[in-house]
């Protein structure tokens, strides 16, 4: 969205760096982390134990694998509401598949071939037709959930291949699921992308000012294209792990997932205004998710309660950065 | 006549009546004046909160807390009439629309006071408001059995051959349409959507105006809240679960820019009224109702699409159109 940036306050010099590695939004996320780490370590006695921690990043890893993807889309400044509906559309085809005897390496391509299709034409709408993306994905995520509907009615899928339970179920050394190790893989590789290729650079570039990009040879409607191509890819792949966790396919599967993800995105510190944000911020994020969401469950807070807390969270820590520039801004001038 | 085709909302008058002819080729009786009546009874509630929505999108901001603040004035009510029914329905409206208004103000005060995008406040209060739901609730409904026969019966009782849901939707319709076109207030919500730098200028306190129009879209909601619960007869926790998306997408199809600065009521109401067709038009023609949400959605994509064209053309001039009349 785009409203009225603040009148920018222009410092006399910089903060010293070990200034702004302390009051730096990483700084707070761990800070805050660590809090609600002890704080469950203190309230609940099976929370420290290395399967219990284990448990806790399944109800992380599938959306944060997306807010990956879905950070560089808005730091492009634009948005994608219909990764929830790409997964129940991706898990909906991978179902049709299965009853036409697909293995599980095919299985596999097609969620996320179906993933990457969605995502292209989301781009496509607002790549080609300069549709502002919050309209277009608010329109693709009633079609493509509708899809999944049409196809599936009230019916579910089911009878999905023993060997297809490795990606959401498995674990690849010790107390590590195969979710979690492939959400530290990407997450580097999206760290990598954004923070040291030039690809990275012209994505805050476009997310800054995308008419000075622009003119500054920087491919803006291709750069937004392959983000959304990748938001969707990350879609697909999310859809494949909860496919497999869950063993069956609904049409409601991952409903109301987009919101919790861009939650996570906005939490990790990426501007929604695009422009500003890092990986290593989007990574806590989902691990203070994570921890809540758990940390909460452990002690039999229903999930609705939960939502509170990470919504309570959501704006906390948004405006405390907000209240303290502000206090600071008022000592010195 | 050719002035008239340049509205947007003609066109989509157009596509509506072309849609409910279509339908009663297949189906005689859908274009009754008894069942369009019933159709525009049946689309109140979205009417009012796309109304609502309106007024914050024109300001360039969105509030995605609508729906979880339906729910949740609609349980306070539920449970103040399930404990009190000696409080009377009137007074139980006023207590919706402030609850409605508390809950949109606290919008409206974290985007004016601390500057925080809108789409984040709302994407925060839209799980909160629900959890506090739960919270006030134990988890627990409110069924039909323990609401009064008043709080059920209001919107029903007809009057002039209207049920009172219509008539209200009609009166919430003819305040906006007073709101957008006569004060001084819709002036200043089209300007800061149009161009919120000149309208600081202009002397226009932009965050308060934000302000006012989330407490606009909160009282939308805390009404619907009402209305929705008497209608439908229950109060749960998930009592419109993600209708905000839907209140928003009748306002795309009305014509509303996300972009801020455009739109009208005319367009809000009748892309609730589009969005209830099709929902109403469907298992009349027997196509099954799954297919409605696929269906939605192109129309949205295709509003948009069509909606773009029209943007193209930077900015509005609003008085040239009152100097030559």
Redesign the interface.
């Known amino acids: 969205m785009t409203d009225t940036p603040a009148p920018r306050h222009i410092p006399d010099r910089l903060d010293k760096p070990f200034n702004s590695a302390i009051f730096s939004w990483e700084a707070l996320l761990v800070a805050v982390a660590v809090a609600i780490f002890a704080v469950n370590s203190f309230a609940s006695p099976y929370f420290l134990d290395a399967w219990s921690l284990s448990d806790l990043t399944f109800n992380f890893t599938e959306k944060a694998l997306i807010a990956l993807a879905m950070a560089l889309l808005i730091i492009s400044g634009e948005i994608d509401l219909s990764v929830a509906a790409i997964i129940a559309l991706a898990s909906t085809v991978m179902g049709m598949a299965v009853q036409a005897g697909a293995g599980t390496p095919v299985l596999v391509a097609i969620g996320i071939l179906v993933g990457l299709g969605c995502g292209a034409f989301n781009g496509l709408l607002v790549t080609r037709l300069g549709l502002p993306s919050i309209v277009v994905t608010i329109g693709t995520m009633s079609l493509f959930r509708g899809i999944a509907f049409i196809i599936l009615g009230d019916q579910a899928y089911k009878g999905y291949p023993p060997s297809f339970a490795f990606f959401g179920q498995g674990y690849v050394w010790w107390v590590v699921s195969f979710e979690l190790a492939l959400f530290l893989v990407a997450a580097a590789i999206y760290w990598f992308l954004l923070h040291r290729t030039s690809f990275g650079r012209r994505v805050f570039a476009i997310g800054n000012n995308p008419v000075a990009a622009q003119f500054s040879g920087v491919r803006v409607g291709r750069i937004k294209f392959i983000l959304f191509c990748l938001t969707g890819l990350m879609a697909g792949i999310a859809s494949v792990l909860i496919t497999s966790r869950l063993g069956s396919t609904r049409p409601s599967i991952a409903q109301g997932y987009e919101l919790e993800v861009i939650t996570m995105v906005v939490l990790g510190g990426v501007s929604i205004l695009g422009g500003a944000g890092s990986i290593l911020g989007v990574v806590l994020a989902a691990f203070i998710m994570g921890l809540v969401t758990f940390g909460l469950g452990l002690l039999n807070v229903p999930g609705i309660v939960m939502s509170i807390f990470i919504g309570l969270l959501l704006i906390i820590v948004i405006a405390l950065p907000i209240l303290w520039r502000r206090v600071r801004r008022e000592r010195f001038t | 006549m050719k002035a008239l085709l340049k509205y947007r909302e003609v066109w989509l008058l157009a596509a509506i009546v072309v849609l409910i002819g279509l339908i009663s080729m297949r189906f005689p009786g859908f274009a009754a004046p008894g069942n369009l009546r019933q159709l525009f009874n049946d689309t109140s509630i979205l009417m009012i909160l796309a109304l609502g929505q309106m007024v914050v999108i024109l300001t ?3 509030d ?1 807390s609508m729906a979880s603040n339906l729910c949740f004035t609609g349980m306070v009510v539920a449970m103040l009439n399930a404990a009190h029914p000696a409080i009377p329905i009137p007074l139980l409206i006023v207590i919706a629309l402030l609850v409605g208004l508390v809950l949109g103000a606290i919008n409206g005060l ?2 004016w006071r ?8 709302t ?6 408001y ?3 739901t ?2 006030i609730s134990g ?1 627990a409904w409110v069924n039909a059995d323990q609401m009064s026969p008043d709080f059920i019966g209001l919107q029903r009782a007809a009057f002039l051959g209207i049920p009172v849901l219509s008539w209200i939707a009609i009166l919430v319709i003819a305040l906006f349409f007073l709101l957008m076109t006569r004060t001084a207030l819709g002036r200043s919500i089209y300007a800061i959507g149009v161009n ?2 000149a309208s600081v200028y202009a002397g226009i306190d ?1 965050g308060r105006t934000k302000f006012i129009v989330f407490c606009i879209s909160g009282m939308a909601a805390g009404l619907c809240g009402y209305l929705w619960i008497s209608r439908y007869v229950i109060a749960s ?1 998930e009592v419109a679960n ?1 209708y905000e ?1 839907n209140i ?2 009748a306002c ?1 199809i009305g014509g509303i820019s ?3 600065g455009i739109g009208s009521v005319g367009g809000a109401v009748l892309g609730a009224l589009f969005l209830g067709i099709i929902s109403n038009a469907l298992p009349v023609i027997n196509i ?1 109702p ?9 129309a ?2 295709l509003a ?2 069509l909606n ?1 064209r029209g943007e193209r053309r930077q900015g509005r001039i609003i008085l040239k159109k009152a100097e030559a009349a």
Not at chain 2, 114 to 121: D, W
């Open positions: 360039r901001s969105i995605l974290l985007v601390l500057n925080i995008p809108s789409i984040v406040v994407l925060g209060t839209l799980t909160i629900r959890g506090a739960f919270v988890g919120p730098t932009v926790v993600g998306l928003i997408a795309v996300i972009a801020g099954s799954f297919w409605q949400m696929a269906i939605s959605g192109s949205i994509i948009v699409v773009a």
